[in-house]
T-cell receptor
Framework: AQTVTQSQPEMSVQEAETVTLSCTYDTSESDYYLFWYKQPPSRQMILVIRQEAYKQQNATENRFSVNFQKAAKSFSLKISDSQLGDAAMYFC????????????FGTGTRLQVTL | DTGVSQDPRHKITKRGQNVTFRCDPI?????LYWYRQTLGQGPEFLTYFQNEAQLEKSRLLSDRFSAERPKGSFSTLEIQRTEQGDSAMYLC?????????????FGPGTRLTVL
């Protein structure tokens, strides 16, 4: 079974600074997808960024980018120019390739953004 | 496109009562997922539908839980004889079958409190 580990329960960053959230996963599959989801307080989960395992290039979405290290099974999220609205729980998630498949989530990292 | 909706948003019930939650996926999304999220944890997969067929169920889905998607559109999740351990956020997600990552989009969730 696949597992996802987020070893940082909480992180803090000052506004306009950069922060990196860590995620490692375990799988025996070669083709899969990785995701970062954001869950603001009392609001629904939204997709931040996704990465296909077969792509060597790291995904980027505006201020959000990932460092995908397939051999190390590591998938970190970098948030640049942090904003107050970035404060939320961030979940790393894994999904097998192929037909539709469930997401396996980590336990999350709570990000605080300070002035 | 109004996104995934869930009803009710909050439910308080007494132990032993039955409860039913509804999820309306994004229109034309043929895949629908149910997850459960307890405090401080990431979502855990419960079950998944493709159109009206329930294709996968987690061992977390005890015989007190039943899910349906009768016409391949909205879905219901029923919990019979609720227990205090059922208190959690129940999340619904939907996705569209097709080439690519089959990204799941989440609803706002139904928060269940069992007294």
């Amino acid at each position: 079974a696949q597992t996802v580990t987020q070893s940082q329960p909480e992180m803090s960053v000052q506004e306009a600074e950069t922060v990196t959230l860590s995620c490692t996963y375990d799988t025996s599959e070669s083709d899969y997808y990785l995701f970062w989801y954001k869950q603001p307080p009392s609001r629904q989960m939204i997709l931040v960024i996704r990465q296909e395992a077969y792509k060597q290039q790291n995904a980027t979405e505006n201020r959000f980018s990932v460092n995908f290290q397939k051999a190390a099974k590591s998938f970190s999220l970098k948030i640049s120019d942090s904003q107050l609205g970035d404060a939320a729980m961030y979940f790393c998630a894994y999904r097998n390739d192929g037909t539709a498949s469930k997401l396996t989530f980590g336990t999350g990292t709570r990000l605080q953004v300070t002035l | 496109d109004t996104g995934v909706s869930q009803d009710p948003r909050h439910k308080i019930t007494k132990r032993g009562q039955n409860v039913t939650f509804r999820c309306d996926p994004i229109s034309e999304h043929n895949r629908l997922y149910w997850y459960r999220q307890t405090l401080g944890q990431g979502p855990e997969f419960l079950t998944y539908f493709q159109n009206e067929a329930q294709l996968e169920k987690s061992r977390l889905l005890s015989d007190r839980f039943s899910a349906e998607r009768p016409k391949g559109s909205f879905s219901t999740l029923e919990i019979q004889r609720t227990e205090q351990g059922d208190s959690a956020m129940y999340l619904c997600a939907s996705s569209s079958q097709g080439w690519g990552t089959d990204t799941q989009y989440f609803g706002p969730g139904t928060r269940l409190t069992v007294l």
